[in-house]
Each structure stands twice: as C-alpha cells, then as structure tokens.
C-alpha cells in the first residue's frame, strides 16, 4: 500500500511538471497607435504643420509602416532602437511641415513584430491644430529662473522640458519634464520659476526650454493635435 501510494505521487508530480512546461507564455501583440496634427514656426516665425504618427507595443517590432487613405507608405522611425517604441521624428522631419494644416484623414498602420506577426491597426486625424507657444521667455532672477509665455486658444493641457547641452558631444540631454500642466486661466500669461539651485550644474552650458500644448481626443490620452515652441538661452555661471 505504501510503495502503490508513493508510485501514486510520484506519477501526480510528474505530470504536474509536464503540463506546467507545456503552458504557453501571453504575449500582448497590440500595437498602441495615434496619428495627430503637429505645429511649430519655422525660421521665419511662421507656424507650419504636419501629421505626425506614434506607434508602441510591449512585444518588441520590427518596422512600422503607415499609409493614408491618398498617400504612400511611410516608415516610422523606433526611438532609442528600444524595438518598442515608433515615430515620426521632429527634428529629423521639419522639412515636411507645410503652411496649410493636412485634412484630416485615416491611417492605416502595420506593424511587424520581431516574432514574425504582423499587426494592423487604424487611428485618424480630425481638423483641429493649436498654433505654437508665443512669447515664451526664460528670465534669470536671484534665485530662480522664470519661464513664461502668451496662452494658446483652445489649449487642453501644456508640458515643459528642459534639456542642456552637452559640452563635449553638442547633444542635448533631458534634464525636467513636467506633468501635463492644465490652464486654470485661458486669457493670463504663464509662469513657473525653476529654482537656480536646482539647475546650478547646468548653467555653464546651453539650456533649452520647451513648452509644447496639447488637444486630447475625447476620453482619451490620445492627441488630437500638439505644437511645440523651444527657445535656447544662457545664463553663465
């Protein structure tokens, strides 16, 4: 009776252990799509304006492509070569921009993930755009710097960055983001000072500051349109 109750156990772990190799990992193979419209002053200070694409997955991709209902395929570029992330560059892309905002449209996205899938999906844009930020201004006070500008019609929401410029490779680097900041007032300047403490390591080099406004599409995370104006300034030591 022993030895049959043993041999009984015996046979229960090891088919325990055959059936626990044999569950199959979940893999999430959705890919996270947003098309929306994207403005900033060229050189002459006239705002231009753009469809910009942003794709993501937690499973790693290959490749992203997106075509429009009347344009070619375009293929996104992955941010950090992370294999997650896609877009379309801002800085590499400027040349794009144009004078009239795009029409809206719908794009189709198809991405190829590393493990041999290819995942569709479709998001499009609307007709709202924002102008860029005007009169954005970095002041140096005894103890902070101030960073103001003129509020944006119709605004959501706005997002600081700052970055400094590396002095070796010229590269910029990130160094705040802000959480998206909500406008308690549509008609008054902004303003948020940044202690001189806080940025003392950085004065020595170039500063970049950012402040791009934001338009959600309804419920959701997801823009609808965004701009971006930038203005570089230095304070010495």
């Not at 499973?59 to 992330?85: E, P, Y």
């Not at 070796?168 to 300047?189: Q, R």
Request: charged residues 15%; neutral net charge; hydrophobic residues 40%.
């Amino acid at each position: 009776m022993e030895k049959s109750f043993i041999k009984f156990i015996t046979i229960v772990i090891g088919l325990a252990i055959v059936l626990s190799s044999c569950t199959k990992t979940i893999v999430d193979k959705q890919v996270y799509v947003d098309s929306y419209i994207h403005s900033i002053f060229n050189k002459a200070g006239i705002p231009v304006y753009n469809v910009m694409h942003t794709a993501y997955s937690f499973t790693k991709i290959s490749s992203v492509s997106v075509t429009g209902a009347s344009s070619a395929a375009i293929q996104l570029t992955n941010v950090g070569d992370n294999g997650f992330s896609f877009y379309t560059p801002i800085e590499k892309d400027t040349a794009s921009y144009k004078l009239a905002v795009p029409t809206p449209d719908t794009y189709t996205y198809k991405a190829t993930l590393e493990i041999g899938d290819v995942v569709s999906a479709v998001n499009s844009t609307v007709a709202k755009s924002l102008m860029p930020v005007t009169q954005l201004s970095a002041v140096k006070n005894p103890t902070d710097i101030v960073l103001s500008w003129k509020p944006v019609a119709n605004v959501e929401a706005y997002k600081v960055r700052i970055y400094s410029e590396d002095t070796t490779s010229k590269l910029s680097v990130l160094i705040y983001e802000s959480n998206f900041l909500v406008p308690k007032d549509a008609t008054s300047d902004l303003s948020i000072p940044f202690s001189l403490t806080s940025l003392s390591q950085y004065l020595d080099s170039n500063l970049t500051f950012e402040v791009s406004a934001f338009i959600f599409e309804t419920n959701s995370d997801y823009f609808q349109a965004t701009s971006t104006t930038a203005i570089k300034k230095y304070f010495g030591v």
